[in-house]
């Protein structure tokens, strides 16, 4: 089964505008970290925001926020003011254990963003 | 922030050539990874370490080898290219036991192709 899905192959948004996209994870390990990843058409990786599943509230940084819904296992990545520069891939992953522990990221196969004028 | 470095960042090759893609950090992150990631597809790890002399396979079977005499350094070789070993390799370093997001840094990738 697949540990991250992302369901949306391709988003459509107008500049200023918020959008959300969307990520499920599976897990059965109680203590987890889910990340977003954004990715240019340059190639690089860009970390955008985490969620460690102990944590009490959800996540933001800046104009990016983390929609963390433990119970349905989505953390869905909203996206507020949308600008040109936002367009990308994006990539949600997720860590299974505790990050002092040996563990690593399995992704998802991703969401295009477009944002238009 | 981690300063991650990789060099070629293109790379066109042909098929039996034996290749290096080299990887830094300059940050004394214990925690290196390589990705394998085909043109709008997700990422594969491929190899990790967790630390000098560790090596570990990833989750995608990859005929590549990868070294880790420092720490600093994580080379990921290609003993003979082929077609099929056209990609993306991304690598990625992260910190052991100091944060709990354990977040990982990515450099800027090597685009291989094999003719």
């Known amino acids: 089964a697949q540990k991250i899905t992302q369901t949306q192959p391709g988003m459509f948004v107008q500049e200023k505008e918020a959008v959300t996209l969307d990520c499920t994870y599976d897990?059965?390990?109680?203590?987890?970290?889910l990340f977003w990843y954004k990715q240019p058409s340059s190639g690089e990786m860009i970390f955008l925001i985490y969620?460690?599943?102990?944590?009490?509230q959800n996540a933001t940084e800046g104009r990016y926020s983390l929609n963390f819904q433990k119970a349905r296992k989505s953390a869905n990545l909203v996206i507020s003011a949308s600008q040109l520069g936002d367009s990308a891939m994006y990539f949600c992953a997720m860590r299974e254990g505790p990050g002092s522990g040996y563990s690593t990221l399995t992704f998802g196969k991703g969401t295009m963003l477009l944002v238009s004028p | 922030e981690a300063d991650i470095y990789q060099t070629p960042r293109y790379l066109v090759i042909g098929t039996g050539k034996k290749i290096t893609l080299e990887c830094s950090q300059t940050?004394?992150?214990?925690?290196m990874y390589w990705y394998q990631q085909d043109p709008g597809m997700e990422l594969h790890l491929i190899h990790y370490?967790?630390?000098?002399?560790?090596?570990e396979k990833g989750d995608l079977s990859s005929e590549s080898t990868v070294s880790r005499i420092r720490t600093e350094h994580f080379p990921l070789t290609l003993e003979s290219a082929r077609p099929s070993h056209t990609s993306q390799y991304l690598c990625?370093?992260?910190?052991?036991?100091?944060?709990?997001?354990?977040?990982?840094?990515f450099g800027p990738g090597t685009r291989l192709t094999v003719t």
């Open positions: 940050m004394g992150h214990d925690k």
């Open positions: 370490s967790y630390g000098v002399n560790s090596t």
């Open positions: 969620q460690g599943s102990y944590d009490q």
């Open positions: 990625a370093s992260s910190e052991q036991g100091r944060s709990r997001r354990d977040e990982q840094y």
């Open positions: 897990t059965s390990d109680p203590s987890y970290g």
